[in-house]
Every structure is written in structure tokens, then in C-alpha cells.
């Protein structure tokens, strides 16, 4: 049977889009979902989403990753399925939707897409390493070589390593570039590689340099290998609250697959 896909990326974090709002995708499909992400035998992508119905709020977004496991939240993904459900006009320039870490806001402002992430109220610091939870559990530590040390191997082995473990963790691996600048690279966990882009990644890693001391900003600004993101947030006694993660997200093609 022939099915309708949508492709969307974010600052180069790519997904498969499905509209679900008749709930016709079999979620259950692990290998499916995986098929449809390879590079060579599918579609091609970070990860999968679907846009379902929700009884209160705009929609619901269910996310995989590329190994075709039901997984936490994914910032850039968040973005694109917001756009996503623009373009088939299920909202207009504001909405909110459920994902596994609860409830979300969405803005558009021109061609940046506004998401509201989770407040943080737990940074864990480290001595060579912060660890926070942005929807994601996410690993953030300085690299000085960051355009060419091996991610790869190094992001799988602190991925899979203590204290992590079988639940791994992404790992995020930070240059600073000015005092509200810094350059990123992500291995994400699911993928099992580097993405172009992470969206819970860059808003982690914004909280852990304004939480070193790194930066006073508030509003911080990521180079990421797909382009540039913005984090902005406010500092209360509680914790980090208000985060945003800020940039586009675009449609890149749709077309038809059996499965």
C-alpha cells in the first residue's frame, strides 16, 4: 500500500514526516520505522514523527529515532513538526502541543520557528562534564579540536560508558567562539552517529555555559554543522525558565513509499 511522507529539516536534523491524525501508521513497527529512516534502503532521516490528534491542544507529536525506538523529546524535530502542522494548516502563527516531556508552544516569526522547551531546574556539574536534562539527557563538555577530533568514537564511548551505561545519554561537544557565542557538534544517541544538528542538545548546552559562567547572555547563539540556532531563557531561583529554542525549519520534498 502506497503511503504519503513528508521530508523536513532543521538546521540540517532531518525527519520523516507522517501525518496520523486518521491513525493509519502501525507504531508498533520497529523495523518498519527503521527501514524508513535508512539512508539507502528508505527515505532517509535522524528520525521519524507523526502528527496526531489531541483532545485538548493543536496536536500531538510522536517521535522515533532512526533505529526505529520510541524516543524523548527532540527540539529540532519539535520545530519541524510545527511547521509541519502550519503547512497543513492545522495551526496558524501560535500553537501548542503535547510531546513525551509534556506540553509545548509554538511561535513563527518570519522564516524562525519559536518552540518553548521545558524549564531546567537540575544542572549536575562535573568535573570535566555538565549533565543536564532538556527533554533529553544530554552530556556537555569542551572540545578545543572541535572541527576535527573523532566525534564518532569518542561520542560512543562516553555515550556508552559510565555513568551512562545501557540508558546512554547524547554528548554534546562545545568551542567557545565569543562571550554569547559557542560551536557545537552532537552525537545523539538512537542515531548513533552525529547529527548536523540537536535541538535539546543546543539548548543544553546554552544552560551549561550561562550555569559555568561562560556567558551572561540569555539569549545564546549555536553553530551547529547544519547552520546557527538561538537558546533564549530566564534565571530564577528556581532554575532556568522560558527556554526557547529559535530557528528554521523547512520542507525539503514529499512523496509516496509502500510499506
Sequence with gaps: MTHTFYKYQGTGNDFVMIDNRENTFNKQDIALINRLCDRRFGIGADGLILLENHPEVDFRMVYYNADGNESTMCGNGGRCLSQFAKDLKVIDQKGSFEAIDGMHHVEFDGDLVRLQMQDVFTVENHESYVFLNTGSPHHVQFE????????????????????????????????????????????????????????????????????????????????????????????????????????????????????
Design 144 to 259: 578545543n579540536n572541535i572541527e576535527t577530533f573523532d566525534i564518532k568514537t569518542l561520542g560512543r564511548n562516553i555515550r556508552n560508558g559510565a555513568p551512562y551505561y545501557k540508558e546512554g545519554t547524547n554528548v554534546n561537544f562545545v568551542k567557545k567562539l565569543s562571550n554569547n557565542e559557542f560551536q557545537v557538534r552532537t552525537y545523539e544517541r538512537g542515531v548513533e552517529d552525529e547529527t548536523l544538528s540537536c535541538g535539546t542538545g543546543v539548548t543544553a548546552v546554552a544552560i551549561a555555559m550561562h550555569y559555568l559562567g561562560e556567558t551572561e547572555a540569555e539569549t545564546v547563539h549555536l553553530k551547529v554543522q547544519g547552520g546557527a540556532l538561538q537558546v533564549s531563557f530566564n534565571l530564577s531561583d528556581e532554575g532556568y525558565t522560558n527556554v526557547w529554542l529559535i530557528g528554521p525549519a523547512k520542507q525539503v520534498f514529499k512523496g509516496e513509499i509502500e510499506w
